[in-house]
């Protein structure tokens, strides 16, 4: 299957919100105290307007629902990323971190997001998919209160200016001899 390139289709399928799943060994004290050191760092971090990232308040400290090990969950709208995604991969130590999209398809008839479209930070663990829900008809909405991610009001922008922003990039990297060309768009 081709990748996706019409503008529209790409912008109306894009992630607005990621969890990054902080994993320890339940029995190894000093893992346990790394990830709760790295979880309050996170939430300082947040409060002190780094990024915008959401520990659930519960620790795993056994396995739970994929999960195989002890383990916590940050959410993460698209937009504060980039930022979580820098400073946990310079400050996770040992830790292993489990990352995936969520989307309508986090279940396990089509487990794109848990199997296919994941990350890992450090080494990875197997999970097991078959204790994920059967069906999901919506995108699973968190912190809708803070207007990011799914919840909120309206797109950072229009297709519009996605099309002139494109442009103007083009345009200005003409001069980089080490960029690669965009190829002509079958209307041109």
């Known amino acids: 299957m081709a990748p996706q390139t019409n503008l529209e289709d790409v912008v109306d399928s894009e ?4 969890h990054f799943h902080i994993y320890f060994h339940q029995n190894n004290p000093e893992e346990h105290a790394a990830a709760l050191q790295l979880r309050d760092a996170v939430l ?4 002190d307007g780094a990024f915008v990232a959401v520990p659930l308040f519960r620790v795993n400290t056994s396995p739970m629902g994929p999960h195989p090990v002890g383990s916590y969950e940050i959410w993460v709208p698209s937009t504060s990323f980039a930022p979580v ?6 400050n996770r130590g040992n830790l292993s971190i489990f990352i995936h999209p969520l989307t309508k398809e986090e279940v396990r008839v089509t487990p794109r997001d848990h199997e296919f ?7 990875p663990f197997p999970l097991d998919l078959s204790v994920l829900p059967d069906m999901m008809s919506e995108v699973p909405l968190q912190y ?9 009001p309206g797109p950072d922008f229009t297709l519009e200016e996605r099309r ?3 442009k103007n990039v083009e345009r200005i990297l003409e001069g980089e001899k080490e960029a690669a060309r965009a ?4 209307s041109d």
């Open 15 to 18: 992630v607005k919100e990621w």
């Open 44 to 47: 300082r971090l947040r409060r």
């Open 85 to 90: 995604f820098s400073y946990l991969s310079q």
């Open 117 to 123: 479209r994941n990350a890992w930070m450090g080494a």
């Open 144 to 152: 809708a209160s803070l207007e990011l991610g799914y919840s909120a």
């Open 164 to 166: 002139r922003i494109g």
């Open 183 to 186: 190829p002509p768009r079958e």
